[in-house]
């Protein structure tokens, strides 16, 4: 497979996306979204990747969906393709990744940036990073989960402000406010990404798909609904070699050796 706008590599289990249309800060045109749903679904089908870490440059992870590619576009147009769906399934494919994704953020996440990394289950932010909704500033809004991911993770207020003005919040604001895990320094982003995809994948991929499900409900369900799902997955594992394999090492004082089965 051969990418133009994005760099895909691997360490050991781990999957790696790096958004490159640096000249373009780069912005979230329909060809980059379509290479990043192509690359994770490679990801996805390849057993032997068991976490993914999508990341940008050092100044910009990605300044939104490509204005000059939208400039013209009317509402016919983004409502017949179901904008930014249909035309580059990226979106739904980050949307609906069965495997754990890091977002590892440095420098602008930006309007559809920022929904791009929200859309990740966890988000490590470095100490220059720069997080916003501006849409409003273009005349127009969040499409791809800002005004819906944006006030689960920080609340009403913030993202309400943040989306009515356009203001950007830096890490330390992020962190703060509970959109990202950890600030690190701009140096050790990475390394610290890629411990921590590491530490992820070194676990029983099945029980590590059913626990983020399990998180996901938190968002989909009222509590007894998340309750009982979550009992049925923590049951359901039990199915699993693995999870006599863990109990088992860990009763024996030895590492356990998953087979993710
Ligand atoms: C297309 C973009 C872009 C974007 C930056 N560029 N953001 N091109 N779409 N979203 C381009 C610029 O045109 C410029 O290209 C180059 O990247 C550098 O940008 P500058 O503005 O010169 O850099 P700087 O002064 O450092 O400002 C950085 C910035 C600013 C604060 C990130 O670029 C900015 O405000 N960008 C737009 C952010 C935004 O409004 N995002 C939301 C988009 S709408 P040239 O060729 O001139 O050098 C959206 C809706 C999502 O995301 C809906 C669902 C997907």
Redesign the pocket.
Known sequence: MSYELIEVSTQEAVGIIRLDRP???N??CNALVAELGQALDVFEADEAIGAIVLTGGEK?FA??????E?LDREHADLFLDDF?YVKSHG?ERLNNCRKPTIAAVSG?A????C?MAMACDIILASDTAKFGQ??V??G?M???GGTQRLVRAIGKAKAMELCLTGRMMDAEEAEQAGLVCRVVPVDALMEEALTMAATIASHSRPVVMQIREAVEQAFETGLQAGLLFERRAFQATFNLADRKEGMSAFAEKRKPVFRHR
Not at 110 to 113: C, I, K, P, Q, T
Request: no cysteine.
């Open positions: 000249k373009a800060y912005a979230l910009v300044a939104g969906a490509d204005i000059g939208m930014p979106w602008f930006l309007g559809g940036g929904e501006p849409e500033k273009i127009t969040p499409g791809a």
